[in-house]
């Protein structure tokens, strides 16, 4: 399975580019299409982007193309978009071929809608969809075929902390990561462009896209959230990094016109588009937010009401500041009626009921390629559950629909042995981030023992100590790959086998040999003993009941670290204490995942000293960091190299950006600050369980918390088959 | 009150060849009566509490079965055939093994070897029984090595492979996710379990007879004290007492911590009802004529107390406390179970159960569970033996 997977995985990343279009790149236009001949490095939406100045347009290079090629043999049928070769003869149309071609894939006045909204246009209290839908609405592509309208996707969630849940659903922002994750797509936003040296932005918008209540959604919806919320100190204290220049100071963003919006930033960012596809209220922080309906949540703005009435409105709601009921009011799964963009809008519940539902916009900008207005499904109920397992066990009775998240690999084969009694199947999207147990080690831990945390050697050895095959058998029931935390192989960022799978061979042998090196004394017990005669025993703090059994990883290495001599115990820990002891620098050694890999300049890279939250790697360095060198630990030169890497790349090209996340993941192996163990499994939402009637599912999907996995696969395509 | 020789009732004289008023059985049991009431008369209270506890049955089979797990409860070692904490790569979820004794009629016990593979489509690691192969046991074999009673070191275990070098290896419970063997932490399981109990009970006994004496004894203002605080631990409900105890503590404490810490917040809510019973019986002591006389003969207090008022109500301290041990062994296991216990790499009947309260483990491995039998039948053995001396306890009754 992992074959097939794999190779369709790196067909799909060849195909697609992060490329950011540039505006005006396109050539002037020409009366006819042109002959072409497939290059090394090409494919579809490259060439698209240099002809018609979209990536996205490469569909139509295909229609015409294969349009030609049934009448001029000369021509190479493309058969498969993600699939070109070098040498093959292929017709490229002209500008206005391919602009005819896209727009003129749906005719106007064509679309069609649910027979829900059907019947309320009818009965005059919804307007027709030409109306409801903007001028250019998103073609949202099928995974397999047109579906039907109707039924409900029904999801387990563990609670108002869960609201990510409902976050990975909708994936409501204005640029998306597609299914594969190896691309930013147009969503909320029409289309994008940026200068010539990446440091301005525009942000093109839809005419005529509306909020889930009909109110036109227009750069004023941006600009709020940029004047009224960002950069409010009572709501925001201090800046995102993403909307920081250099200086520090806040990146400049303006209306350019009802339906166009300009980021200007003091210094080229590479990495902004990635940003944008993470801005949907995720982690139900407002800090997650890059447009709000301005119309609502006006309301609860001091600058916009009185503050009397302002303050009456606190008090009925029970909370003590304005922020905090704007914080609220801001989401519309804590909010249950703030409009929403998204293709299911809040039907009056939010994510502290125990049931919140979430129904058909019938605003929703996105239509399939036949012109049916998305999403198919009519609702997505979650329902609460006390733990996961009791969710587990409804998902085994078949009353789960589609789900990923809380579904624990460990039961993969009784979901596999129930399917056909459940109703359901089950799908595997493995995540791609690099080690789905890696064992971290503080290089500022405070104790005797950093002496040896900060000894690569030490940390080899512990590295050939571990019988990798061990825990994926027994943790991973034999899926995945043995390997360090770097990124996958069909990533453009692997650093190649010879780092991936460096000091990941079990030989304890090599192990004690290297150890004898360096912790040669050992106390009476028969275990190694610090150079200075104290007892080293390395405490592994591990929350349980995760996505992995990680204190069950944490046992087999303690077992085989004690093989070596080396005595460790795993400490089960709490997860709101764990999470406070990482950043105050009290955990000395974890166990988590090492997920990513995949995004290494964006986001809170785990392999950043800087990134919070993230693992116990050096937190006093981002201390240091943090006050420029007056609190904290300095970073070893290594540390210095990693973090400049970062630096450099976050204003680098593409290309550049590649050379440097090789470069950075070939550090990372090399000094194993990190051990990884087994990687690439499904182990962290991968496992999916599927309605058996539930449709267009995609059988490969990127998973990663980034791409909002199931969001990046277009949970509005969804059907079910009647 | 003369009798007349003539009277009617005159006793039977030995010659007498009237047959007795009542059938030759009664005669016989009223004259053992009359030997058993000349012993009993001579006998001490602990022979007297034995003759009542013979006649309780189930008592009796329960004390045995208790005795066997205390056995166990103090060599886990011993009994394990297996180290409880050895995880293997390849051996996981392995069914309970079935242990042959008569192999071609002469007592040569075996089990069969299992061969195991993972399903390719589920995952599942599937085992089957191959009959080819058969693993010799031998009693008092030699296996890994430990140290008897923490300071004898030894590799003598009552149960295990007569080849341990071969790695054959025989799971009676099966194994568990981490290819450990089931029936060795069962074993160690009972260690902690029990001695969780049985130390939670002696604190709360050494709480209830100083504070209950001091209460009954002196009466007053240290009665009064005594008592209020009995009656506000009492009337909290003590399952979230204890889930917020747990809760409170530093979940950075070691193993060892925990465990003592569990024990005493067990004991502490524990001892109330016995600070009761000891107030109660010293308040009807200690007016009693023997301990007025103790005190008059110039005895200390303290030997008032334990010499002459203490013993009087022993027996019933031993009978209450037999009681409250299978409470306090329930509440650790309930406890561990919501994982606010015992946390792994202790080894307890309720860590055990807690790592099997998953669906894999009830679905696929369904031996997982079978702590949970260990636990109703030491809970029962310990209610049926504490219903046996608690009848037996006062023999004149």
């Known amino acids: ?722 | 009150m003369t009798v007349s020789p003539d009277s009617p009732v005159m006793a039977p004289t030995p010659d007498d060849k009237r047959p007795l008023p009542t059938n030759g059985e009664v005669a016989v049991s009223l004259a053992g009566l009359v030997e058993d009431a000349e012993a009993i008369y001579v006998a001490p209270n602990w022979k007297l509490v034995w003759w009542r506890f013979k006649r309780h049955r189930l008592a009796l089979i329960s004390g045995v079965v208790l005795i066997a797990v205390t056995i166990v409860a103090l060599f886990p070692e011993f009994f394990s055939t297996q180290d409880p904490n050895q995880t293997s790569a390849t051996k996981s979820f392995i069914p309970v093994q079935a242990v042959h004794f008569f192999d071609e009629g002469r007592l040569r016990p075996y089990v069969y070897g299992v061969q195991g593979q993972r399903n390719p489509a589920s995952l599942r690691m599937e085992w089957q029984i191959d009959e080819a192969t058969r693993i010799p046991v031998r009693f008092f074999a030699k296996g890994y090595e430990y140290e008897l009673l923490g300071f004898i070191p030894t590799n003598i275990h009552f149960l295990g492979v007569a080849s341990p070098e071969a790695e054959e290896a025989i799971h009676l419970l099966g194994t568990d996710r981490l290819g450990r063997d089931q029936w060795s932490r069962l074993m160690h399981g009972s260690q902690v379990s029990l001695s969780i109990g049985l130390v939670a009970v002696f604190m709360s006994i050494f709480f209830g007879i100083l504070l209950g004496g001091i209460s009954g004894y002196f009466g007053g203002l240290a009665d009064l004290v005594i008592q209020r605080l009995i009656e506000i631990l009492q009337s909290l409900p003590p399952i979230p007492i204890w889930m917020a105890l747990t809760a409170a503590m530093p979940r950075d404490w070691s193993v060892q911590q925990v465990y003592f810490a569990i024990t005493v917040i067990l004991s502490l809510i524990g001892w109330t009802t016995l600070g009761r019973e000891v107030r109660g019986r010293f308040l009807a002591l200690r007016e009693e004529d023997f301990v007025v006389a103790a005190q008059l003969a110039g005895c200390s207090q303290m030997r008032v107390i334990f010499r002459h008022m203490v013993p009087t109500f022993t027996s019933h301290i031993i009978a209450t406390s037999t009681l409250a041990i299978p409470v306090m062994i329930i509440n650790e296991t309930f406890l561990s179970f919501l994982g606010l216990g015992l946390r792994p790499p202790a080894i307890s009947w309720g860590v055990l159960l807690q790592e099997a309260q998953n669906l894999q483990s009830i679905v696929l491995a369904p031996w997982l569970l079978l702590p949970g039998l260990a636990v109703i039948i030491t809970v029962l053995a310990l209610n049926i033996l504490g219903d046996g001396l608690r009848d037996a306890a006062d023999p004149y009754a």
């Open chain 1, 1 to 722: 399975m992992s074959k097939k997977f794999f190779s369709l995985l790196i067909l799909m990343t060849l195909v697609v580019s992060l490329l950011p279009a540039t505006a005006g790149a396109a050539p002037p236009a020409q009366a006819g299409g042109t002959t072409y001949t497939i290059q090394k490095d090409d494919w579809l939406s490259k060439l698209a982007d240099k002809e018609y100045g979209d990536p996205l347009a490469f569909p139509a290079i295909v229609y015409y193309n294969n349009k030609k090629a049934t009448e001029d043999p000369a021509f190479t049928l493309i058969e498969d978009p993600n699939l070109i070769e070098v040498g093959w003869t292929v017709y490229l149309p002209s500008p206005e071929e391919a602009n005819a071609y896209l727009l003129g894939s749906i005719p106007a006045g064509a679309y069609n809608e649910a027979p829900m909204l059907a019947e309320m246009v009818a009965a005059g209290t919804l307007p027709p969809v030409d109306e409801r839908l903007p001028d250019d609405p998103l073609i949202e592509p099928v995974d397999a075929e047109i579906g039907q309208y109707g039924g409900t996707i029904r999801r387990g969630f563990l609670g108002p902390s869960d609201h990510n849940n409902y976050t990975r659903v909708v994936y409501d922002a204005l640029v998306r990561f597609s299914p594969t994750g190896g691309e930013v797509v147009p969503h909320i936003a029409a289309g994008w462009s940026s200068n010539e040296d990446f440091t301005e932005w525009t942000v093109r918008l839809r005419p005529g896209a509306k909020w889930s209540d009909g109110a036109p959604f227009t750069a004023d919806d941006i600009m709020f959230w940029y004047n009224d919320i960002l950069l409010n100190e009572e709501l925001i204290a201090s800046i995102p990094v993403w909307m920081q220049n250099a200086d520090g100071s806040t990146v400049k963003v303006e209306k350019l016109g009802d339906y166009a919006v300009k980021w200007t930033y003091a210094e080229p960012n590479t990495a902004f588009l990635l940003e944008l596809a993470n801005k949907d209220g995720a982690d139900r922080s407002i800090l997650n937010l890059a447009f709000v309906p301005a119309h609502y949540v006006k309301q609860f703005h001091p600058s916009y009401v009185d503050a009397a009435e302002l303050d009456a409105k606190v008090a009925a709601a029970g909370f003590d500041t304005w922020a905090e009921l704007f914080a609220v009011e801001a989401m519309p799964h804590l909010s249950g009626k703030r409009p929403s963009m998204a293709a299911w809008a809040p039907d009056g519940t939010s994510v502290s009921d125990p049931v919140f539902t979430i129904k058909r916009n019938p605003y929703y900008i996105g239509v399939d390629p036949a012109g049916n207005q998305l999403p198919y499904v009519d609702e997505v109920r979650f329902t609460f559950f006390a733990d996961s397992e009791a969710l587990n066990l409804a998902a085994v009775a078949g009353e789960i629909d589609m789900q990923g998240r809380h579904i624990k690999m460990s039961n993969y084969p009784v979901f596999i042995e129930n399917a056909e009694q459940g109703g359901y199947r089950v799908v595997l999207w493995p995540t791609f981030g690099g080690s789905d147990a890696v064992v971290m080690f503080n290089q500022t831990w405070t104790g005797p023992e950093v002496e040896m945390f900060q000894n690569k050697d030490f940390r080899i050895a512990m590295s050939y100590a571990i019988d990798r095959n061990a825990i994926r058998e027994l943790v991973f029931l034999g899926l995945g790959e043995l390997r360090q935390g770097v990124p996958a192989p069909f990533s453009p960022y692997y650093p190649g086998d010879e780092w991936a799978f460096k000091y990941t061979q079990h030989d304890p042998d090599l192990a004690n040999q290297i150890l004898d090196g360096v912790i040669p004394n050992k106390g009476a017990d028969g275990f190694r003993t610090l150079p200075d005669g104290s007892p080293l025993d390395i405490e592994i703090g591990v929350v349980p009941e995760q996505f992995v059994a990680w204190d069950d990883v944490g046992q087999l290495i303690v077992e085989d670290w004690a093989k070596v001599g080396v005595k460790a115990h795993v400490e089960l820990r709490e997860r709101t204490l764990h999470f406070a002891m990482r950043p105050a620098n009290e955990l000395q050694v974890e166990i988590w995942n090492e997920d990513t890999t995949g995004f290494p300049f964006t986001g809170q890279p785990k392999f950043d000293p800087r990134s919070d939250p993230a693992l116990c790697f050096a937190p006093l360095v981002r201390i240091w960091y943090q006050t420029n060198g007056a609190e904290g630990v300095e970073p070893t030169p290594v540390i210095k190299q990693i973090v400049d890497i970062i630096d450099e790349a976050k204003v680098s090209a593409r290309g550049r950006q590649i050379e440097l996340a090789q470069e950075l993941f070939r550090i990372w192996a090399d000094n194993v600050f990190e051990i990884g163990t087994v990687g690439l499994t499904p182990s962290v939402q991968g496992v999916v369980v599927v309605n058996a009637n539930l449709r267009n599912v995609p059988a490969v999907a990127g998973n990663d918390w980034p791409l909002r996995t199931p969001g990046d696969t277009r949970p509005e395509q969804f059907f079910y088959a009647q």
